[in-house]
């Protein structure tokens, strides 16, 4: 009885052994929940600062209305922080203007799957999206991405990974003065910058033109299009860009300086 004893023991011992690599660990992937599958078609983002508080993806922030926003739908665990691991899991921001009047978007950068924002009449002046590279499309809908009427608004920068734009996402942001379209870009809406009549130079990197139909920038309240002065493009897709509609929303077309 003691031998069957000592010899089930051994086999243990030997199963055990079995389950774990040469360095002693387990081979089942030690994953904490922080580290996102790497995509190697996917840009690689550049290396953000360290947090100020590294428990803490709001102490990256400089509005206290985004930051409240964030503590309270997204602090899963009501520990009075965002970790790393919560932000990853957001897929959507939506701030009512009317509850959290927003002026700086500081901070988005780190939700690195966010999918849909929504910020219709806050008070931004700038939006960065360059870093949610999970951003493929904006969309007039309150249950899609909509920036319209934020009448501060004077600075937009696109992810790399966005294909196309809907009609009136940008509709009175009339301080808006110039945009850079990413080559990603596939389709854009007729009318997404409606009513952005300052809106005088737009630089579009797409090779091929993108599809798109109507006005850009909307038609005034005398059934008039408005057309903005400058669209810059590769140099090679000039003449594509002058043989699409594109040409209707441009008093020139010139190469990208």
Not at 144 to 155: I, W
Not at 215 to 237: D, F, H, T
């Amino acid at each position: 009885m003691k031998k069957l004893f000592i010899c089930l023991s051994a086999l243990g011992m030997i199963l055990i052994g079995c389950s774990k690599n040469d360095d002693g660990e387990s081979d089942k992937p030690n994953n904490n929940g922080n580290e996102q599958p790497e995509n190697p078609n996917e840009p690689k983002l550049p290396e953000l600062p360290a947090l100020p508080d590294p428990d803490d993806v709001c102490s990256a922030m400089d509005d206290l209305n985004f930051m409240a926003y964030c503590y309270e739908n997204f602090d899963v665990n009501k520990d009075g922080k965002v970790s790393v691991t919560e932000a990853n899991a957001v897929n959507k921001i939506k701030i009512s203007y009317s509850r959290y009047f927003v002026s700086s978007l500081k901070g988005i950068e780190r939700f690195p799957n966010l999918r849909k924002v929504y910020l219709h009449k806050n008070g931004i002046h700038a939006i960065d999206l360059s870093y949610n590279l999970k951003i493929t499309s904006l969309d007039y809908s309150e249950y899609d991405s909509d920036f319209s009427e934020c009448t501060g608004l004077k600075t937009v920068i696109f992810p790399k990974t966005l294909k196309s734009i809907g009609s009136k996402v940008f509709w009175d942001c009339y301080r808006l003065a110039e945009i850079e379209l990413p080559a990603s870009l596939i389709s854009i809406e007729a009318d997404a910058f409606q009513n952005c009549t300052n809106l005088m130079k737009i630089t579009c990197h797409a090779l091929t033109p993108p599809t798109t139909s109507g006005y850009l920038l909307g038609i005034n309240n005398y059934g008039k299009p408005y057309i903005s002065e400058n669209l810059y493009v590769p140099a090679e897709s000039i003449q594509a860009y002058k043989d699409s509609p594109w040409a209707n929303n441009f008093k020139n077309i010139l190469p990208i300086e």
